[in-house]
């Protein structure tokens, strides 16, 4: 049988968390800063306050938008094929995304990136057997400040064929991604097979200001798939406690469910879960703690509460380098989000609080998912696999080297199979100068970029890319 899915909360439990977040949104309600969202909400019942920008959301309204949200919903590549089903029960894994450095891979030093090394991050996510969904992991430099993540998403549509993640604040760069996907797809109807999903978040403790709210407006319009990502930290933007954290998080992600159901009914929404603690010993933001990862939990049986798909970002480490803390922390948050079974997620690839990104991280967090995609599928005791007349069959001091069973067996996935080579003696390895994983992830890395770019985008599209890049910086010119 396959692993037991795991759990944190009972029924009671998340009953009486949903409770409590329905009753802060009813009568503390969240400021909003954007007037057109205001009046939306206001003739749906929203009880709104134009001077404090108050909106208080009525518990009936929310009940009955949590409703509209699909159990699932398709994403497409970037040829508009069905990709995956987020929602079907299975784990999705995502590469991070907006991480402020890159570990240069001559000199292993920490510095800001480049297009390049986005380009380079997308051919490594596309060789990547489990990652499913590749993250903008980085905002490269060299580029105008407001169109990064333009330039990021086009570096990854022009190298991976796998759906994308992006994350902005802003309304323009919405409306600039929504056009890059139409173009990338070859159509204006988006909605009905989305390449991309796209994630926005209110700004703990309830808060939206009005461009992240417009741009998350926009999206719903438009009909693509939304995570809704709160970021409370304990002990600075929510309460200093697991339970407060998740409590926050839920009454903020509602308040967008609500946004969201109300601009378009039917927008497929995901529960977001980026769950942040706080050391105040050090006075510093902690992701790969044991709390987070017991957050990673809870939020999807929060999600499964509410009938809606599960995010979450979990291959997190504080760790400023790939030691052996980060393996452990990176693992247990890992391993706990996998197999609570949310429907994404994502962070393969980064470490350091979410700062940085390697490509060595990013080959080694995919077998890391690998490992875990094996050990939550079990032990398999049917007949056929179990072998029993196998056994009777080869006897005592028999050898099953031969047998057909072995040979059915072999590459089936009932033993995994690493990716990175690192499985050998100790003398050949001596030999072989005594490499540390990472020096054999970054052997291999160095084999996927040398076999280039396998997944070239054509040029038409790639220069209706450009077009949009550029008429969104003529305009940021003009507006300055």
Request: glycine share 6%; aromatic share 8%.
């Amino acid at each position: 049988m396959k692993l037991s899915p795991f759990s944190v909360l009972s029924e009671e439990e998340m009953y009486k968390v949903s409770e409590a977040a329905l009753h802060i949104l009813e009568s503390t309600g969240m400021v909003i800063m954007s007037d057109s969202v205001m009046d939306m909400l206001k003739a749906a019942g929203c009880k709104t306050d134009s001077d404090s920008r108050v909106c208080r959301f009525p518990r009936k309204l929310v009940e009955d938008c949590i409703k509209l949200v699909p159990h699932s919903f398709t994403l497409y590549d970037r040829s508009g094929n069905e990709a995956m089903i987020i929602g079907d029960g299975n784990v999705h894994c995502a590469s991070g995304h907006n991480a402020v450095f890159c570990i240069d891979s001559t000199s292993s030093e920490r510095r800001y990136a480049s297009v390049k090394d986005v380009e380079e991050f997308g051919i490594v996510s596309q060789w990547c057997e489990s990652i499913d969904i590749v993250g903008a992991p980085l905002n490269p430099m060299g580029v105008a400040p407001e169109s990064t993540l333009l330039h990021a998403a086009k570096a990854l549509f022009k190298t991976t064929t796998k759906p994308l993640f992006l994350s902005t604040e802003s309304a323009r760069v919405v409306y600039a991604l929504l056009d890059m996907m139409k173009a990338v797809a070859g159509t204006d109807d988006i909605a009905h097979k989305p390449n991309a999903i796209l994630q926005l978040s209110p700004s703990s403790p309830l808060f939206w200001g009005r461009d992240t709210v417009e741009g998350f407006t926009a999206c719903a319009k438009a009909g693509v798939p939304l995570v809704i990502l709160p970021e409370p930290m304990a002990g600075v933007s929510s309460p200093y406690s697991v339970s407060g954290l998740l409590l926050e998080n839920t009454a903020e992600l509602l308040s967008g469910v609500v946004i969201a159901e109300t601009a378009n009914p039917g927008t497929p929404l995901m529960y977001g879960a980026s769950w942040t603690t706080y050391d105040m010993k050090y006075s510093c933001a902690k992701i790969g703690s044991p709390e987070s990862a017991l957050l990673t939990i809870a939020g999807c049986q929060m999600a499964r509460y509410y009938g809606m798909p599960s995010h979450t970002t979990a291959t997190n480490s504080d760790s400023n380098a790939m030691d052996e803390r980060q393996a452990w922390e990176s693992f247990i948050n890992n391993f706990t989000a996998m197999n609570a079974h949310n429907d994404i997620v994502m962070n393969s690839g980064m470490f350091a609080c979410g700062l940085t990104t390697s490509l060595e991280q990013l080959v080694m967090d995919n077998e890391v998912n690998r490992i875990i995609k094996r050990l939550m599928n079990g032990i398999d005791t049917s007949d056929e696999v179990m072998g029993a007349d196998v056994i009777e069959d080869v006897g005592p001091r028999g050898s099953f080297l031969m047998e057909d069973h072995t040979l059915d067996n072999l590459y089936s996935g009932e033993f995994w199979n690493p990716t990175i080579p690192f499985c050998q003696s100790y003398d050949r390895w001596a030999a072989d100068g005594y490499p540390s994983i990472d020096k054999d992830a970054r052997k291999l890395v160095d084999r996927i970029l040398a076999a280039g770019n396998t997944a070239e985008l054509d040029t038409d599209t790639i220069s209706r890319l450009d077009k949009i890049i550029e008429t969104f910086e003529s305009d940021t010119i003009r507006r300055s």
